[in-house]
């Protein structure tokens, strides 16, 4: 279901002592859980589950640290410039921003279209799209909507994602996203500096975590599969999972690069829409081909 590797080190700093310990698959009745996931050599983790959290156990340090995840905190976000009709019955170009919480089983979308104000400005929900001005998101069927975890995890994905997507939205309305070359010609101004210094920015930052939740042997899976596809626009970077999952099936690379298939479809699944541009930008620039890629 999850990664529980990784949750467990993204929350390290979480980690609680578990003293009295003997065997970590043993411990159902005194957390008043179901174990659901034993440890083993290749996933040295117990996973315990309640009815509104997760408790993962572990050694850490030499000594046994439990981690409790309350599943209402376990949601992922994703923000799209959506251009193309999927059924929404909502008036084209719209923005969306899709939350998802596998361990509580709940999804629910925001969307609201965009348009161009007289100076060129694009808006959305009656606000200008700029990272400081937020829609007032509503997410009313969402047990966890007004959590501060995923409040802020809402304010986070607009701050780090918007800057991006202007630059894509004010060509698509200016009609530049098919041009004969495939490239839309950037402008020499002020604003569009100071928009690429940010994408230029976000990218690095993600780029940096990035490399600490992919491993040496995925990421060159991954780069393998991009040497071979190319990304027509900025918005149809989205769903590189699937790209890297019709290549596992068809070319079984992840025998060839001994690693975990499922685990790494999960992990891509799991990427913002600002991490998968930072994915694919910094792996397709490594094998030196980064005109494949918006």
């Known amino acids: 279901m999850y990664d529980w590797t990784a949750l467990w080190d993204e929350h390290a700093a979480e980690q609680g002592p578990l003293a009295g310990v003997h065997d970590v698959n043993s411990l159902a009745e005194r957390l008043a859980a179901k174990l659901i996931e034993p440890a083993d050599a290749d996933v040295p983790l117990a996973v315990y589950e309640t009815a509104a959290s997760y408790i993962l156990v572990g050694v850490e340090g030499g000594q046994v640290q439990q981690l409790a995840l309350a599943k209402r905190d376990l949601f992922d976000l994703t923000l799209r410039f959506v251009t193309e009709d999927e059924g929404q019955e909502l008036a084209l170009p719209y923005l969306e921003i899709i939350a998802d919480n596998l361990a509580t089983g709940e999804s629910e979308a925001w969307r609201a279209t965009v348009t161009l ?14 990272e400081q001005l937020m829609p007032a998101f509503e997410f009313d069927t969402l047990s966890f909507t007004d959590a501060g975890s995923f409040r802020e995890a809402l304010r986070s994905l607009w701050i ?13 309305f200016g009609g530049e996203r098919e041009q004969e070359d495939g490239v839309a010609p950037i402008h020499d101004d002020a604003r569009t500096r100071e928009m690429l210094e940010r994408y230029a920015e976000i990218v690095r930052h993600e780029q940096a975590a990035l490399g600490r939740r992919f491993g040496d042997a995925e990421l060159r899976l991954i780069a393998e599969v991009l040497h071979s596809i190319r990304f027509d626009s900025a918005a149809s970077c989205r769903g590189l999972w699937l790209a890297v999952e019709a290549h596992l099936i068809d070319e079984e690379l992840d025998r060839k690069w001994k690693i975990d298939g499922d685990a790494l479809l999960e992990k891509l699944k799991g990427l913002s829409y600002a991490q998968e ?18």
């Open 277 to 294: 541009v930072a994915l694919i930008e910094g792996l397709t620039a490594s094998a030196g081909h980064e005109g494949d890629a918006e």
């Open 117 to 130: 104000d007289e100076q060129g400005r694009p808006w959305a929900a009656r606000r200008m799209l700029a």
């Open 160 to 172: 780090d994602t918007v800057p991006q997507l202007v630059p894509h939205i004010v060509g698509w």
